[in-house]
């Protein structure tokens, strides 16, 4: 079982919402701060959001900000990425990872970016959106 799933994606129209979903397995989920990234096509990954492993602490880009909720549930080990208001430009595939170098509050604000590779790393899930 990999150690990071992530599931929830698929295609909207502008305006329209999705709840990914990130679960983990396989290790001490809760000791890990999970980032939230996306890749669009022919673009480099970015980072969306970042959620302290209490969630506690949470950033995001500005680009998603008041449009996304991170959210995390450590008894089911899983987090979570409400997204509303979608755009065309959210299209791209998301990744949710996470790293044992992402233990502050700076790393937060810094939305779970460190050099690559992480601990843990999904296969990530497509998000579309067009008219």
């Known amino acids: 079982q990999l150690p990071l799933v992530e599931s929830g994606g698929d295609s909207v129209q502008p305006g329209g919402s999705l709840r990914l979903s990130c679960q983990a397995s396989g290790f001490t989920f809760d000791w890990y701060a999970i980032g939230w990234f996306r890749q669009a096509p022919g673009k480099g990954r970015e980072a969306v959001a970042c959620?302290?492993?209490?969630?506690?602490?949470?950033n995001y880009a500005d680009s998603v900000k008041g449009r996304f909720t991170v959210s995390r549930d450590n008894k089911k080990k899983q987090v979570y990425l409400q997204m509303n208001n979608l755009r065309p430009e959210d299209t791209g595939i998301y990744y949710c990872?996470?790293?044992?170098?992402?233990?502050?509050?700076?790393?937060?604000?810094?939305?779970?970016?460190?050099?690559?590779?992480?601990?843990?790393w999904g296969k990530g899930t497509q998000v579309t959106v067009s008219v």
């Open positions: 990872a996470a790293d044992h170098r992402i233990s502050t509050r700076e790393d937060i604000q810094n939305l779970c970016i460190v050099p690559p590779p992480y601990d843990y």
């Open positions: 959620i302290s492993t209490a969630g506690g602490w949470i």
